[in-house]
């Protein structure tokens, strides 16, 4: 099986806590995901060909088939994989739902980003 990559940001305590929260749920079953935590090693978003700002500022998921999303899409992938979390990711692609379920997402990364550069987090 092919792994899914997620690349985050622990600095910020609500990405942090979101991720800890995505991988109890995710422990024990089938799918095979690499957390990679580009506080802890920023040179690993050489891999996905993006700034590093960027995804401090939104999560990115490089699925197993090698396709990358980036905020609220990487919601609907880790969503996809994750028991009990299916309908969740459904509900998400839905047209109206995903267009706005984007502008919130971006929205709020836009706000918790500026928060987290203002407490010096990195």
């Excluded at 609500?14 to 090693?41: F, M, P, S, T």
């Excluded at 609220?72 to 839905?94: D, H, K, N, V």
Aim: glycine share 8%; hydrophobic share 45%.
């Amino acid at each position: 099986m092919a792994t899914t990559r997620v690349y985050y940001n622990s600095a910020c305590p609500v990405c942090a806590a979101g991720i800890a929260d995505q991988k109890q749920r995710l422990e024990g079953c089938a799918a095979e995901v690499e957390w990679i935590d580009v506080h802890a090693d920023n040179a690993r978003v050489g891999e996905i060909g993006v700034e590093l700002e960027f995804v401090r500022e939104r999560l990115h998921v490089v699925d197993a088939s090698g396709a990358k999303r980036i905020g609220s899409e990487a919601f609907e992938a880790l969503w996809g994989l994750t028991p009990g979390q299916g309908r969740l990711a459904r509900i998400s692609r839905l047209p109206v739902l995903r267009t706005l379920f984007r502008w919130a997402y971006n929205g709020f990364a836009a706000v918790l980003y500026r928060w987290n550069r203002l407490n010096r987090r990195w």
